[in-house]
């Protein structure tokens, strides 16, 4: 059964820090590009960032520098570290494993900024 469990959202201030983790089950982790797309209220889902198998990243404009994205092929888990966070950084964190022939979602997590 795949599985992707998203955890360690929740409500911080700004300039705070959380940490994002997805573990994952049923899949050949180290096969899957793994991404972190986040939506906010009214708007589209947006990719936050990604990592590919070999380890190369990319990341939206708007976290370049405060965001940072990893995998743990060991423990087939992938992390979103966020720093500095702002409140437009407010939204549902969903974690993403892309292969060759699926798309695959985990349920989400909320992450909220706010004082």
């Known amino acids: 059964q795949v599985q992707l469990v998203e955890s360690g959202g929740g409500l911080v201030q700004p300039g705070g820090s959380l940490r994002l983790s997805c573990a994952t089950s049923?899949?050949?982790?180290?096969?899957?590009?793994m991404g972190w797309y986040r939506q906010a209220p009214g708007k589209q889902r947006e990719l936050v960032a990604a990592?590919?198998?070999?380890?190369?990243?990319n990341y939206v404009d708007s976290v370049k520098g405060r965001f940072t994205i990893s995998r743990d092929n060991a423990k087939n888990t992938v992390y979103l570290q966020m720093n500095s966070l702002k409140p437009e950084d407010t939204a549902v964190y969903y974690c993403?494993?892309?292969?060759?022939?699926?798309?695959?979602w985990g349920q989400g997590t909320q992450v909220t900024v706010s004082s």
């Open positions: 993403n494993a892309r292969g060759l022939s699926e798309d695959l």
């Open positions: 049923g899949i050949i982790f180290r096969l899957y590009t």
């Open positions: 990592i590919t198998p070999g380890g190369r990243t």
